[in-house]
Structure formats: structure tokens, C-alpha cells
């Protein structure tokens, strides 16, 4: 298959710092969409897979799953996209098509496994995938989302997956009108479900260990939020019918879970390297459950655009350029970012 050079960045171990490199992007094939990269967010999981911190990370690693860009070529067979349109790509760019999860399209459940958008293996010419820190891309266009005119472009990226990755349980566990909600959390992610829980209908609480979140939860549009430090503002939190938990660092749920009404979920859509210890009567007691969630499909993607767009939701972001990479990492590790980083691929 014949290939062409884009310019990237990456990195070649999990010590190394990510550098500019040159990788092969596919020339496109009938039903395939190529894009040239306007912005790209930076997601912890980006930080985790280059760190090779769940162990399955394939250098040389290209990360990136926020993409948002402008389509400069189309395959023969391509009718969704023209030329010049705005399009978008998460974190799935492949999958079987025809089990039983991706006919209901829930491609992220594929049940032969979705391929994602990098570090995965490339179908079509051999090695990785490689993301969105890259000047082009080239996806097959049943995976592309069409991105609405967002006023602020580089602000809308972050939907491609922490927009995602909270709006497909808020909307499965019916996060609405009468519906308490808790968010556990307020980073890239938690700052996205405050946002899209409020839009949805309903009264929303925030729990953060930080005092100088607890204000800026009311910006966001929280009706409550609690210090999750203090014992006691932990022990007058009650009646959850859902809590949603961003956390990806080892934390107790059990208060959280304690928290909930009779029937109520604690679903967990942070990813922690560490196990995380449930206590039995934290769920036998009120007949609770914890769950978790993984981003959402093609079709409920671009559901999410559209709803963040009538309701005017983007991320809170800093813009960076590629040269800052390596810097935005550092400060991603440390919390020292509200909300998420965004690189402007031109710049």
C-alpha cells in the first residue's frame, strides 16, 4: 500500500521525552477520509500509554484522541464528507463492524476488539497506529465524526473524549430532571460531566480534595459541591441516584458508595493503576452498584457534539504549541492544568 510521510510527535521509550518524528500515513482508500490536524487534546491516558503505565505500550508512540481538523482529501466512495468540512476523530478508528455490539453501535464493546486510533495494530500497513500529535491523519470515514461550527474550535477538541467518555453514562444511567447527581472529581473529565449533567436537568454535587475547587464547581454550573477531605461534609452527603467517578488516581469509593439512594450507581469512567477495595455492605446495603463506562460509539459521539453544541459546552483549555508537549506532561502530572491542554497543530 502506498505510503506518504507526516510530520509528528512522539517518543521511542517511556523515559525519552516526546520529540518531532516523521511517520507513514496510508495514502486513502475508497472509503477513507484524510484530515489535516487543526487542534489535538491532551488526555491523562496520553500520559499513561507514552509512560507505559498498563504495560502494553509499542514504541515508537504517537499519542492523541481529541482531533479536530479539516478534511483535505476523500476516497471515491466517501459521500458523508467533502473536502474543506470540519471532522473529528475519538478514540476508535476500526472495528469489526458486524457483532453483536457494533450492529447495536457500541463499537467501543466490539466484541473482536476496536482499534484505536494509536497504539494499536495497524490493519492496513503493518506496525502501530499512530494519534493525533501529527499533522495529518487518514481514518476510514464510517469512524469520523462531522464536527459542528463550535465558536472556540481548539475548546471543542476535548469532547472527543472527555466529552465522550461522560456523556455516554450520564445519559445511560438518565442523568436528568428529579435526578441527584455526584461527580467525583474535577479534571479534565470531571469539569466536562459537571457541564453536560447540569444541560441534561440535573442537580449536580461535586466532590473534590481540593479547597480551591470547591468555588470554581459553582462556575461550572454545580448546584453543591463538598470538600471530600472533611468527615463530616462527607457523612451529610446522601440520596445519590448516580455518582460519577473521574478519578484515576487510587482513592476509597466506599463513602461515595454509601452516598447513594436505595437502587443508586457508582459508575467509575477514571482509570487507577491501583485495584480499588469495595466494601460488601457499601452495596449490599440499599442494593447500590458500582459500574464503569468506556467512552461510547460512533452514532452516540456525534450525538454528543450535536447536544454540546445546542448548550454551548466546550472544555476549559490552554492552548499550547508541539514544542510544549513535554511541559504540558509535566504539568498534567501535578494537577497543574484547568482544565485540559490543547495543541494547536500549527502553531
Partial sequence: METTLAKAYGTESAEAPIKSMDIKRRDTLANDVEIEILYCGICHSDLHAVHNDWGATAYPIVPGHEIVGRVTKIGDEVT????????????????????????????QFCEEGWTLVFNAPDKHIGGVTYGGFSGKIVADADYVLKMPEFDDLAAAAPLLCAGITTYSPLKHWKAGPGKKVGIVGIGGLGHMAIKIAKAMGAE??????SPSKVEDAKRLGADHSVLSKDAEQMKAQSGFDMILDTVSAKHDVNPYLNSLAVDGSMVLVGLPNEPLEIGAFSVVNGRRSFAGSNIGGIAETQEMLEFCKEHN??????VIAPNQINEGFERLEKG????????????
Wanted: aromatic letters at 8%; one cysteine or more; glycine letters at 8%.
Fill in 80 to 107: 458523508k464528507f467533502k473536502v474543506g468540512d470540519l471532522a473529528a476523530i475519538g478514540c476508535i478508528v476500526d472495528s469489526c463492524g458486524h457483532c453483536t455490539q457494533c450492529s447495536h453501535g457500541e463499537e
Fill in 313 to 318: 459546552i466546550t472544555a476549559d483549555i490552554e
Fill in 336 to 347: 497543574d492544568i484547568k482544565y485540559r491542554f490543547v495543541i494547536d497543530m500549527k502553531a
Fill in 204 to 209: 449536580v454535587t461535586v466532590f473534590t480534595t
